[in-house]
């Protein structure tokens, strides 16, 4: 499979007829960096490879599920290219056509960088094929072309959280007219923490997760009623693409994550490095979306 040659295009799948083009994307001789980040073959760079997976315990069995990361690293390295390349997450446009909100450019300053991620999975009728997905929003921008969508559906979160984002800010610019000591003061801020508290678990109802198996559960019956739930949670990488494959009766093969410009803040990421799926919001809920999926290998 030569996956330079084919290209992602603007399709949010591409699927290989061969079912065992997909499988081969373990080759140990794709360990080292192909990309312009890593050296090239150099396996020491990617020796944190074994540690790249999504997996989080599920509440239901009891049990801590996994899906390997090494499947679908090649393909992360061939996106990783094309970010290079092209500088451009639309890169399935023409350069006469291209949007500058999916510029990459803001990604190596003030902005900083962004995790994308690969799935590589098996259809139905054995064919195999990719699909990728960026966290949250990209520059703003919910979906672009060739990309999996969020877990949501765009007009409705909207719906919900223009006009309770919108009053939020009113109440904190209200906020700064009075004294933090007066009474006029407390009264708003209690009211603004209060819409935020009912805005934010609006929202989270929007969030439907489903697993394997066709179950579906909001993000509050995951977490439990004892938990907190994370800001972004069901945003990253990894939900989008289990919840993609979910609902298009695709078997997930392998994820591949990694981060794309400036370092953050925390320094916790760097530039054309891969990482597992986030401890803190995705554990959680991916327990839930792999449980059942070792019954579809069968």
């Known amino acids: 499979m030569n996956m330079a040659a084919r290209g992602w295009g603007c399709r949010t799948t591409i699927v290989y007829p061969d079912p065992g083009a997909v499988a081969s994307l373990d080759d140990s001789r794709f360990l080292g960096h192909e990309g312009p980040v890593m050296p090239e073959n150099n396996e020491s760079s990617f020796a944190h490879v074994a540690d790249v997976s999504c997996s989080g315990p599920c509440a239901r069995c009891g049990v801590e599920h996994t899906l390997p990361g090494r499947p679908a690293i090649r393909a992360a390295q061939q996106l990783m290219r094309d970010l290079e390349a092209h500088g451009r997450i639309d890169f399935c446009r023409p350069a006469h056509e291209a949007d500058p909100a999916y510029s990459t450019a803001p990604l190596f300053g003030e902005a900083r960088g962004h995790m994308f991620g690969v799935m590589a999975f098996r259809n139905a009728d054995g064919s195999t094929g990719l699909v990728k997905a960026f966290s949250g929003q990209f520059n703003g921008q919910w979906l672009a072309p060739g990309w999996v969508g969020p877990l949501v559906d765009v007009d409705e979160f909207e719906r919900v959280n223009t006009p309770g984002e919108r009053r939020v800010k009113e109440l904190g610019r209200m906020m700064r007219e009075h004294e933090p000591g007066?009474?006029?003061?407390?009264?708003?801020?209690?009211?603004?923490?209060?819409?935020?508290?009912?805005?934010?678990?609006?929202?989270?109802?929007?969030?439907?997760?489903?697993?394997?198996?066709?179950?579906?559960?909001?993000?509050?019956?995951?977490?439990?009623?004892?938990?907190?739930i994370p800001t972004g949670t069901g945003d990253c990488c990894a939900p989008k693409l289990l919840h993609h494959a979910a609902r298009n009766g695709l078997v997930p093969l392998g994820i591949a994550e990694f981060y794309w410009g400036r370092s953050n803040r925390s320094g916790t990421r760097e530039h054309g490095r891969l990482y597992p799926s986030c401890r803190e919001k995705c554990r959680p809920i991916l327990g839930f979306m792999l449980c059942g999926l070792e019954e579809l290998y069968v």
């Open 182 to 228: 007066s009474e006029t003061y407390a009264r708003l801020r209690r009211e603004r923490r209060e819409l935020s508290r009912s805005l934010m678990a609006e929202l989270h109802g929007l969030y439907r997760l489903r697993d394997s198996r066709g179950n579906e559960r909001c993000l509050a019956q995951v977490f439990g009623p004892d938990r907190g």
